[in-house]
């Protein structure tokens, strides 16, 4: 269910928006969904670990290691990270 957001914004600010959205063939509201979407999106820390599991994924797949090989490559890793 979509809910209402009221703000205030200076008028001037107001105006500029109004007129920077209709340019670009939108609402202010879908401006604004939009940076509030991306806002979300770029300091969401949950999707942040999501992607880079996937990322880690990905290589453990294309290196061919096998899970039982896992533990020990996250050991080995943290090792040389806390020595550099």
Do not use: C
Request: net charge positive.
């Amino acid at each position: 269910m979509n809910r209402q957001m009221i703000i205030r914004i200076d008028e001037k600010i107001k105006d500029e928006f109004n007129k920077l959205a209709r340019s670009s063939g939108q609402t202010t509201s879908q401006v604004i969904r939009e940076l509030m979407e991306n806002y979300i999106k770029e300091r969401d820390a949950t999707q942040h670990i999501n992607n880079l599991w996937n990322r880690i994924s990905n290589e453990i797949k294309k290196n061919k290691v096998a899970e039982k090989d896992i533990p020990e490559l996250i050991l080995s890793s943290r090792k040389t990270k806390t020595n550099n």
